[in-house]
């Protein structure tokens, strides 16, 4: 899967109509987005850039290549609100089993005035349409070439739940604020090393006198 981002010379929703639906007939293409206001035409899919940009410049107008990456296929681009109009999202069952068909509905769906973005799921079978659009319309368009239903019609960006907040703030504080418990204990054991000083037993002197009649051997100094 490749996303490619061409800068085109679209001036008004008739040239965006017609290069969306050109991009959407190459084979591989997933997913067809196109920014009037940044002149921006985003396609996803598994595409040769070179074959695109050719056949906007042969059969419609100047396009160059901005951007050619790698793309993750949960997240898809979706385009951004014009407060004038209701961007609404809306995501049908379509009867599709192979490329070909694929690619034919997501050319019809293109030539619709408003629709901004155009995806398929082969796995699941759903064609999702983002752009200020008749959900009725899309299904009628789309059931002239197979079996269309209408899954659900909503806006075109849900808004994020709020997740609960972790309670991280706390854990580092018991990190970096030990319990004084044992800050009390380190103290006191330090104290007890510190002045810790065994005494050794005292002896008091004691003196002793030797008579000469004890000792008659011992000298006597006169």
């Known amino acids: 899967m490749k996303k490619v981002v061409l800068k085109v010379e679209i001036h008004d929703d008739k040239i965006k109509k017609k290069a969306m639906k050109a991009v959407s007939g190459i084979l591989g293409v997933e997913l067809v987005s196109a920014d009037t206001k940044d002149k921006k035409l985003t396609i996803i899919g598994d595409i040769d850039p070179v074959k695109v940009v050719a056949k906007l410049r042969k059969q419609l107008c100047h396009a160059d290549i901005v951007f050619v990456g790698p793309t993750k296929e949960e997240k898809k681009e979706e385009p951004k609100k014009d407060s004038a109009k209701e961007i609404v999202k809306v995501v049908l069952k379509v009867e599709v089993h192979e490329d ?98 065994q005494m050794k037993p005292q002896y008091n002197p004691y003196y002793s006198a030797i008579s000469v009649e004890e000792d008659p051997n011992s000298c006597v100094i006169i």
């Open 100 to 197: 070909k068909i694929k690619q034919k509905a997501m050319k019809v769906v293109s030539g619709i005035s408003g629709v901004e973005s155009v995806s398929v799921d082969m796995k699941d079978k759903k064609l999702t349409v983002i752009g200020d659009i008749d959900p009725v319309k899309v299904a009628a368009k789309l059931r002239k070439l197979c079996h269309a239903e209408i899954v659900s019609v909503g806006p075109a960006k849900e808004e994020k739940k709020e997740e609960p907040k972790k309670d991280d703030k706390k854990e580092d504080d018991k990190k970096k604020n030990p319990p004084s418990e044992i800050v009390a204990d380190q103290l006191k054991f330090y104290q007890t090393h510190a002045y810790y000083y």
